[in-house]
């Protein structure tokens, strides 16, 4: 594991600056915290960050005595903030050359810049009045830069049917992930074959009042056995629900104007039912609340009641069993939200007090266990500035700041999407997004590879237990390494049938990591529902536990690695292995027959419905069962053979 190697501590008290009122005249300055007077002085005639000259200016300069890298902040603990603008040149006073800049990416509007340097070169920096003429501190401090990332995993463009996809889920239950497309009057799903290769098929549907022009969601909120679609359009919100043979889809659009960004689908008050939310960029959020009646109902505030909603995530951050609201902010109304669910599904923000309440341009977070110590911590990244903030849940209700020294500092790279996944699974959640993978050294510090694919839809699409990325005019296939992984897909019976919201704990020889299940994270795209954990080296796991929305618990001890494994609620006592590279079922849907392959041809199967109770026992006839006598809706069918338990899912129309 990398270690953080001490800084000098700075000294806390500010130094007053003098004779700056020029380059000619510029103080020198070294690491510590100063405090000006006026901006009185000449303004830079080149301005290094935006296009508008300024009437007076500030003028420093910095050199070290090592290679280091250095930032410039006007955001000081203990001091008030100042909307500042900071522009930093190399060269001579009569021949400055733009070398970095900054405007309004730290908190409060202030300016936060950094830059490497070389020992022994001269670097001025000059602040401007652009904003305003008053009097402000800032600080110069060195930063730690991590080192190049171990275990990076390479990315090799495949195709897929179709081209580029804005979701990857499993969406006929098969264990395999498969590519989603939405569309207007029709849309695609690539269903990934158990050898190989892709079978796309086209579901027409009536023209959709609302495409998925901003956002993408999938989930069962009817849990009728097949997931329906939520589209986020900049009108409103389109529902793509499928029925009960999962061949048709109707649309459900609701009247109500929705600038729609983030969308997602989730059990908001945890009644067992899947609920859909919906970030709204103009007006207060909206949930769409499921009433167990087959409908959703419209219900706007309680969940932000301000502009300038961007990404939305939901996360258990007080590990109370009960789904929280994170929404990074943009906009008209840029500062943050945390909205603590007390478990009915009532929201109160809580962002003031636990230092999340940032108001810098971002459209997305990413929320993890990125120490493995049982809560989930966030980085929330920046869409138009070089600020990102990294937070380490303490897991007593408060957080705590960890971005200086973490990697995180020096990255000034933006994007729209910052999602958490295990991309090398070496055990350590690692982050996407601003043009990189910023992976997890295991001590809250992360190091960047920028030749990774650009954030997207993530999934494993060719069943290897490496998380692909949608990109490159198909998907981008993680060649992946030596780390072993596991797979876990929970199935909900008394909570939603996709399980969103329950926690999933995997015990080995690192610890125990978590994950949750979700639908929808970053800002647009839709990722797998389940959860998916590497193991580093690490040759067993000891246990599994699948928390559940409800609270109850299922335990499965000793499950077989590098495979998936199904848990389905209050059902799967024992080690449920998915092998789905020769274990499968189909048609699926089935008519009046099931072939199961990858069992003994006159296997015994047992058959349980939706609530685990057994419907149907017998042998298999040529590998072939008879499912007439089932009603239509979804089933398990078990084979258990020389002691394995094997089972899988699979619908009857």
């Keep these: 594991m990398k270690r953080i190697l001490p800084i000098a501590a700075l000294a806390l008290a500010p130094i007053a600056a003098s004779a700056q009122s020029s380059c000619y005249t510029a103080q020198l300055v070294s690491e510590g915290i100063y405090t000006t007077g006026v901006v009185n002085g000449t303004a830079p005639a080149t301005p290094c960050i935006g296009a508008n000259v300024a009437t007076n200016g500030l003028w420093y300069r910095f050199t070290s005595a090592v290679d280091t890298t250095i930032l410039v902040s006007t955001h000081v603990d203990g001091y008030t903030d100042r909307d500042t603008r900071v522009h930093v040149y190399t060269g001579i006073c009569n021949s400055l050359v733009c070398y970095a800049g900054d405007d309004d990416s730290g908190p409060g509007n202030t300016s936060q810049v950094s830059f490497p340097v070389t020992a022994g070169a001269y670097y001025t920096i000059a602040f401007d009045n652009q904003w305003n003429s008053e009097a402000f501190t800032f600080q110069i401090s060195a930063l730690y830069v991590p080192p190049p990332p171990e275990g990076i995993v390479n990315f090799i463009s495949t195709g897929l049917p179709g081209g580029n996809a804005m979701g990857i889920v499993d969406m006929n239950d098969d264990g395999l992930d498969d590519a989603v497309y939405p569309g207007s009057s029709s849309f695609n799903i ?79 008050n945890n009644d067992g039912l899947l609920d859909a939310f919906s970030c709204h960029d103009v007006d207060a959020n909206v949930a769409f609340i499921n009433d167990g009646n087959g409908n959703l109902v419209f219900t706007q505030g309680g969940y932000g009641t301000t502009c300038g909603n961007y990404g939305s995530i939901w996360t258990d951050i007080d590990n109370d069993g009960s789904m929280d609201l994170f929404v990074a902010k943009c906009g008209c109304d ?237 059902v799967s006592t024992g080690v449920a292995a998915l092998n789905t590279s020769d274990f499968g079922v189909y048609p699926n849907p089935a008519v009046d027959q099931i072939t199961v392959t990858g069992a003994a041809l006159n296997a015994q199967l047992e058959v349980f419905d939706a609530t685990g109770k057994l419907v149907l026992a017998d042998r298999m006839q040529g590998g072939r069962l008879s499912v007439a006598s089932l009603i239509p809706g979804v089933y398990q069918v078990r084979v258990i053979e020389a002691g394995e338990v094997r089972q899988l899912r699979f619908n009857k129309q």
């Excluded at 079978?199 to 989930?219: D, R």
């Excluded at 097949?226 to 999962?246: E, P, S």
């Excluded at 971002?362 to 911590?377: E, T």
């Excluded at 949750?516 to 998916?532: C, K, L, N």
């Design 334 to 570: 840029p500062t943050d939200l945390l909205m603590l669910n007390d478990g009915s599904g009532v929201f109160n923000n809580v962002a003031p007090s636990l230092g999340l309440n940032d108001s810098h341009q971002s459209w997305s977070s990413a929320w993890g266990d990125f120490d493995n110590d049982g809560d989930m911590d966030v980085l929330i990244g920046a869409s138009s500035s070089g600020y990102h903030k990294l937070m380490r849940n303490e897991g007593d209700g408060t957080f705590t700041n960890v971005t200086p020294n973490s990697g995180m500092d020096t990255f000034n790279g933006q994007s729209i999407e910052w999602t958490a996944h295990d991309f090398n699974n070496d055990g350590y959640v690692d982050i996407m997004g601003g043009g990189a993978i910023h992976y997890n050294n295991g001590n809250m510090t992360f190091s960047h590879d920028p030749t990774a694919p650009g954030n997207s839809a993530i999934g494993d699409l060719n069943n290897d237990g490496f998380l692909d990325v949608i990109g490159g005019g198909g998907y981008m296939r993680n060649s992946g390494n030596n780390n072993n992984w596991i797979k876990i897909k929970p199935v909900g019976v008394t909570s939603n049938r996709d399980a969103i919201g329950a926690r999933v704990y995997v015990t080995s020889a690192l610890g125990t990591q978590i994950r949750e299940v979700r639908s929808g994270d970053g800002f647009r795209y839709m990722s797998y529902i389940g959860a998916y954990f590497g193991l580093g080296q690490d040759a067993e796991v000891t246990e599994v536990r699948v928390v559940w929305p409800n609270g109850n618990e299922d335990i499965i001890e000793g499950p077989a690695i590098n495979g998936s494994i199904e848990v389905v609620e209050g």
């Design 190 to 268: 690539s269903y990934q074959l158990p050898g190989g290769g892709f079978n796309q098929v086209n579901f027409p549907t009536t023209p959709a009042q609302n495409t998925a022009s901003w956002s993408f969601a999938i989930g069962d909120w009817d849990s009728n056995g097949f997931r329906d679609l939520l589209y986020g359009g900049g009108q409103g919100a389109t529902f793509m629900n499928a029925d009960a043979t999962g061949a048709n889809y109707s649309q459900v659009t609701f009247p109500q104007y929705i600038f729609c960004q983030r969308t997602n689908f989730v059990d908001v």
